[in-house]
């Protein structure tokens, strides 16, 4: 038994050597390639942490919203979690104060804390909707630049220059990615892959066949104008959409409040003489 045992520790002590030395490895690898300024996040347990399907969405949405960083999942899962705990015990200590206990009231505590992790998640959706119709609202007018300046004389890389530069005003939000391109190439990363993390920085549809239309034009020689005119009326027929989209949803609301403020009053109205009524004779008949 003592013979098995040791053969138990030494097979853990050389696990865990090997591990170590994994890890060890992994950090020199990101030392060379220029990572080594960031510190791996830590990872929430496997069944509080998002993971498959889920996780592939909150990465998604997170890069829709403006959270560029390879690292945000891990920080979002980290901040619901420690909002999900923070509302717990906020309500534990309301419940204290008010009914005298920390557990008086448990529903109380496991509603409140499940609305708070699933309304983590739906904050990020709104957020990533607003800012992807925010990018959707500036394309058009994005691509109208780009068409004058190229017929103008001027190349593709001295546009997104111009753009990244002098158009903070007219197209911020993508000035702003624009800028970040710019810096990519700055640095020496090669078109391809920058008109790459363009389009992922984009993130919204059409952005990857802006990418590759500019990848055409910029190794093939292919022309430029005619797409970008279809590209433009694509984005303006998106951007129509939308307000006829915003149009009905501002009549569903409408009927809506109809419903609530205006239909009970128009039935006070109505029915209070007939059922006032019906009550004065059914007193004169008792009488």
């Known amino acids: 038994m003592g013979a ?3 053969v138990c520790a030494a097979l853990g002590v050389a696990c865990a050597f090997a ?3 994994m890890w060890l490895a992994d950090g020199r690898l990101e030392a060379r ?3 080594a300024g960031e510190r791996p996040a830590l990872r929430l347990p496997l069944a509080l942490a998002a993971r498959g399907r889920d996780r592939s969405e909150i990465a998604g949405k997170l ?3 403006g959270f560029q960083d390879a690292k945000a999942a891990d920080r979002f899962a980290w901040a619901r979690m420690a909002a999900t705990v923070g509302v717990a015990l906020a309500v ?3 419940s204290r104060a008010l009914w005298g206990g920390f557990l008086a009231q448990p529903l109380l505590i496991v509603i409140a804390t499940g609305l708070t992790y699933v309304g983590a998640k739906q904050a990020i959706l709104l957020l990533a909707a607003r800012r992807a119709r925010a990018i959707t609202a500036e394309f058009p007018f994005l691509l109208d630049l780009m068409l004058m300046m190229l017929e103008s004389g001027i190349s593709l890389d001295q546009c997104f220059r111009s753009i990244a530069r002098d158009e903070g005003v007219a197209v911020p939000q993508h000035a702003r990615l624009i800028a970040m391109l710019v810096a990519d190439l700055d640095r020496g990363m090669r078109y391809d892959l920058a008109l790459d993390r363009w389009a992922a920085r984009v993130a919204v549809s059409g952005a990857k066949e802006l990418a590759a239309l500019f990848r055409q034009a910029l190794f093939q020689g292919v022309e430029l104008a005619p ?5 433009v009326r694509e984005f303006t027929q998106r951007r129509v959409m939308r307000a006829r989209e915003a149009m009905g949803g501002i009549t569903v609301r409408m009927v809506v409040l109809m419903i609530l403020f205006f239909m009970p009053a128009l039935f006070v ?3 209070g003489p007939p059922i006032v009524a019906i009550f004065d004779t059914l007193r004169g008949v008792s009488q």
């Open 4 to 6: 098995l045992f040791l």
């Open 19 to 21: 591990g170590v030395r």
């Open 33 to 35: 390639l220029g990572m």
């Open 63 to 65: 890069m829709l919203a």
């Open 92 to 94: 534990m200590l309301v």
């Open 227 to 231: 797409a970008l005119r279809e590209f």
């Open 269 to 271: 109205v109505l029915g």
